[in-house]
């Protein structure tokens, strides 16, 4: 059997059951604790997770867990793994941490320490009498202490996998990707049918259901820090973007608009998408929310409209949820979901959602309103 390694893939709070979903659909098994999925893989799961994870903010690899109360405790325990197996003699390797309910709280202290204590072994194991040049790859470790516990992991993602390469424009408050994706697999939304995000400011939410509707592997156009480790081999990257081609569906199709009151902004969507590689395949429209018709059956509208955060703000917003709520009233078949802070949404929009669901866009808490149409 393939060696196996123990991976964390790290999320918002709140969407950690997505991603073990997704975890479990690239055919490993999750556990999910503390807000992190953690699951064990050969080391081909690294290129794989990077590539097709669409809701985890990093995948990290766990080099070792164990219970430190003392500086002592903390250079020993990391001392005994094996990190001559995961850095090379010219790696380099700046330690991160942080530190939550602990004895040790002095992360400064803590990452020293870590730090000492990995240059130590590697020494001893690489047999090296000098300084560690560290002029080769990057290999970011963080040391994480919750309850006396300590989790060692280095990020084989780097730049965190919202980053897909794809937004070189945005607007005032874009939601991350990860997040946008989120939203879109929170319904059941199948390709066929009609989207539209009638507020779709750069486009995150189209762009990320159109990578959906194809299969398209969110990481296919960007790079990762784990691409020049030595310990994996190049062939996992090739199959894994072999895999991603062969999997992906050009010729679905789909029918995704996004519209917006502002037209730099639906053209900044559109540039965006392009980048994406979707070419025209979402239909982007200059149009305020009250001019919205719908057509078709079945359709969804998937949104993150403003929320108001300024009191003056809030008759204003209160408007364009009133004008959604017109606008979808008589298309009983359409599925309605909105991301938003504004406690009072659904007063304005004129209904009582199915289901909500609590979800932090960034630090600030909102909910999804979910309003099922009648096929579902
Ligand atoms: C929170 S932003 C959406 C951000 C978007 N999800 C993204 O990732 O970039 C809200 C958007 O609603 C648009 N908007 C405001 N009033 C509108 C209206 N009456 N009709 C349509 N769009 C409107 C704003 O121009 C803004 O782009």
């Known amino acids: 059997m393939a060696e196996q390694i123990t991976l964390v893939a790290t999320a918002a709070m709140g969407l950690e059951s997505l991603v073990a979903r997704e975890v479990k659909a690239l055919g490993y098994e999750p556990e999910t604790e503390n807000g992190r999925v953690t699951f064990k893989a050969p080391i081909s799961a690294i290129p794989r997770c990077n590539l097709w994870l669409r809701v985890a903010d990093r995948v990290k690899l766990l080099v070792g867990e164990f219970e430190a109360k003392t500086f002592d405790e903390l250079f020993e325990g990391t001392k005994a793994l094996p990190w001559e197996r995961f850095i090379p003699e010219d790696g380099k390797f700046p330690v991160t941490g942080k530190s939550v309910k602990s004895e040790l709280y002095s992360v400064p202290d803590c990452q020293a320490i870590v730090k000492k204590a990995i240059v130590e072994k590697l020494k001893l194991k690489h047999g090296m009498a000098n300084r560690m040049p560290e002029n080769g790859a990057l290999h970011k470790v963080e040391v994480s202490i919750l309850k006396d516990k300590v989790s060692l992991t280095m990020d084989t993602s780097g730049a965190g996998l919202h980053k897909r390469g794809y937004r070189i424009g945005q607007g005032e408050a874009p939601l991350k990707e990860t997040m946008a994706a ?5 319904t059941n939304w199948k ?7 009638p507020f779709c400011g750069s486009g995150t939410i189209p ?14 156009n960007r790079s990762f820090d784990s691409e020049n480790w030595n310990w994996i081999r190049n062939k996992h990257w090739t199959d894994a973007f072999n895999e991603a081609e062969d999997l992906a569906n050009y010729d679905q199709e789909l029918h995704i608009s996004g519209y917006d009151i502002d037209h730099k902004l639906v053209d900044i969507a559109s ?6 590689g979707l070419g025209d395949l979402i239909t982007w429209k200059q149009m305020q929310v009250s001019d919205l018709t719908l057509q078709g059956e079945g359709g969804y509208i998937i949104g993150n409209p403003p929320y108001g955060e300024r009191l003056a703000d809030s008759e204003r917003v209160q408007q364009i949820y009133r004008q959604l709520g017109d606008v979808t009233k008589g298309h009983p078949t359409w599925n309605v979901y909105i991301l938003t802070a504004f406690s009072e949404f659904e007063e304005a929009y004129g209904k009582e959602a199915t289901k909500k669901r609590k979800l932090f866009n960034g630090f600030i808490e909102t909910n999804y309103y979910q309003y099922f149409g009648e096929s579902e």
Request: net charge negative; glycine share 6%.
């Open 182 to 186: 989120a939203l879109v697999m929170l």
């Open 191 to 197: 390709p066929e049918a009609p989207f539209i995000d």
């Open 207 to 220: 762009i990320e259901a159109a990578l959906i509707g194809q299969n398209i592997a969110p990481g296919f």
């Open 271 to 276: 540039e965006n998408a392009i980048e994406a």
